[in-house]
């Protein structure tokens, strides 16, 4: 009906819109209380800046539109990162913004999510004490949320990050990785690939063959016309690539065995961070990512929330949008298995570098429609 909204029916008039407006009202209020600025960013971006941030995949999760003079442009898909673009032109060095808006995603056929949803969130740049900032951006939504019926997960980015740079392998082959951290089943795939690497096909030996001796001219000319979108010279670099990987020596098994054992760490903070600890003593490159997790803890328990019993999920956060490179949480609608997260956030440093200039951000967000549902507000 086109009074329904996101997990809300008849909330487009009347009482229904009422309730919505009083519940966005009201989280505003609450991050305006902790020294959030409002801010509202355009509905429309252009899609360049989000392309070259979160890659061509995003065409398929976003509405487009195509304007002869501002040229293609995006429904906004979130709100972070024309958040960080704004506070990125201020020029200031710290800052903390609310928002309240409708973004939109596009949906796999069939499938009966929303494609506008509300979301109102919380975003704050340039604060130097990581460990409290994190704690305080969860906190301030955790209060928002105080009385419905969420469980809160937790997790970090550092660990997986770190990690990949511990490895024993070439650069190309780490940042082949990085591109997938979001995608785990794949990353897991190209992992095993580069400890266990299979034998090439005919085809592609023969390929590798002609590369190494130099008669890749002769081999490619032997294939008969060039058929496809790449041309001779592009083919020619991509088998320089390939040739170059195929001597690139294994990474170390154990290697590999530590980190998918620290990706597989589930349990209440201070268990896992015994659990890390472990595995640091072989992969000391983690140490200082499982330092921060447990200021973060510290910090958290500062709140009256007692930080070390969280969830901790080390690989929780991998299926967002490809932003996050610190801490990571949500909190998940108990009991309501039809319902989103109903709020979720992070640190995204790395974003500020791409726009630009790296500053220190954390922010989150909480969906009032999913939340008015879980609460029985609907009218």
Known sequence: MVSDRAYLKLARQGAGLNAVRDEVGRLMAGFAANGAEAVEPAAL?????LIDLYGEDLRSRAFTTCDPVQGEQMLRPDFTVPVAQMHMQSGAEAGRYAYAGSVWRRQEPGSDRPIEYLQCGLEAFGE???AHADAEIFAILAEALRGAEVAPVTGDMGIILAGIEALDTTAPRKAALMRHLWRPERFKRL???YAMPPEPSES???LLEATATGALDDYLAEQGPTIGLRSPDEIKSRAEILLEDAATPPI????VNLLERALAVSAPMREAISSLREIATEMPALSPAIDLIEARAEAISAFEIDGFQLPFEASYGRTTLEYYNGFVFGF?????PDLP???QGGRYGALTRALGREVPAVGGIIRP???LSLNGGQP
């Open 252 to 255: 170390p098994m154990e290697q």
């Open 369 to 371: 429609e999913a939340l």
């Open 45 to 49: 971006l252009p899609a360049d800046v």
């Open 128 to 130: 130097a004490n990581t």
């Open 332 to 336: 998940t609608a108990v009991n309501r």
């Open 191 to 193: 992992l095993e690939r």
């Open 341 to 343: 997260q109903i709020a």
């Open 204 to 206: 592609r030996a023969a």
